[in-house]
Antibody, heavy 121, light 112 residues
Framework: QVQLKETGPGLVQPTQTLSITCTVS????????MQWVRQTPGKGLEWMGF???????EYNSEFKSRLSISRDTSKNQVFLKMNSLKTEDTGVYYC???????????????WGQGVMVTVSS | DVVMTQTPPSLSVAIGQSVSISCKSS???????????LHWLLQSPGRSPKRLIY???NLGSGVPDRFSGTGSQKDFTLKISRVEAEDLGVYYC?????????FGAGTKLELK
């Protein structure tokens, strides 16, 4: 069955770089878009970006040049890297997968459990 | 960015009651292909969000048919008929017509 699991550092210092890995099973990354969504106390749910099945990416301009999404299809992993962290980046980070239906698509169909990230010195 | 406004912020319901949640967008959500990319999600307490409805009115896989979605352009509604205990949590609308994708602030459904 489809499974997604995020792993990450838990605690990151301000100005440092956040790295989170989403490990998936039950499907191929070359067939589905993978999204990153975060949930913060200040802004609620925020779409961060996605990586397409072909490997190209789209980002929320809110994160400007701080954010990078990549993948390793051989390891079934998707990566999020965000630099110059601020305390406002504290929150839960989720990866999510799209699903395609005959009449359209559901962009946030399967979700990981999320990883809590605290930005603090 | 498209602003998604959900009302009410919270609802108290009795099991078996029916409820409606409104979601209004600051711009039309009709894409150039003629389709409307407005979706609904539910986040149960302590859990990740989960699928409910895609493209206004289509139920995601495994979602019970007591959930229904209607609307067009900028005005959308989620209706839950005969609320059950497992339906409690926070409901979000989300649009994927325009970049960046955006979510509503949520409507919390609680037991009366």
């Amino acid at each position: 069955q489809v499974q997604l699991k995020e792993t990450g550092p838990g605690l990151v210092q301000p100005t440092q770089t956040l790295s989170i890995t989403c490990t998936v099973s039950g499907f191929s990354l070359t067939s589905y878009y993978m999204q990153w969504v975060r949930q913060t106390p200040g802004k609620g749910l925020e779409w961060m970006g996605f990586i397409r099945s072909g490997g190209s990416t789209e980002y929320n301009s809110e994160f400007k040049s701080r954010l990078s999404i990549s993948r390793d299809t051989s390891k079934n992993q998707v990566f999020l890297k965000m630099n110059s962290l601020k305390t406002e980046d504290t929150g839960v980070y989720y990866c999510a997968r799209v699903s395609y239906y005959y009449d359209g698509y559901l962009p946030f169909d399967y979700w990981g459990q999320g990883v809590m990230v605290t930005v603090s010195s | 960015d498209v602003v998604m406004t959900q009302t009410p912020p919270s609802l108290s319901v009795a099991i078996g009651q029916s409820v409606s949640i409104s979601c209004k967008s600051s711009q039309s959500l009709v894409y150039s292909d003629g389709k409307t990319y407005l979706h609904w999600l539910l986040q149960s307490p302590g859990r990740s969000p989960k699928r409910l409805i895609y493209q206004v009115s289509n139920l995601g896989s495994g979602v019970p048919d007591r959930f229904s979605g209607t609307g067009s352009q900028k005005d959308f509604t989620l209706k839950i008929s005969r609320v059950e205990a497992e339906d409690l949590g926070v409901y979000y609308c989300a649009q994927t017509t325009h970049f960046p994708y955006t979510f509503g602030a949520g409507t919390k459904l609680e037991l009366k």
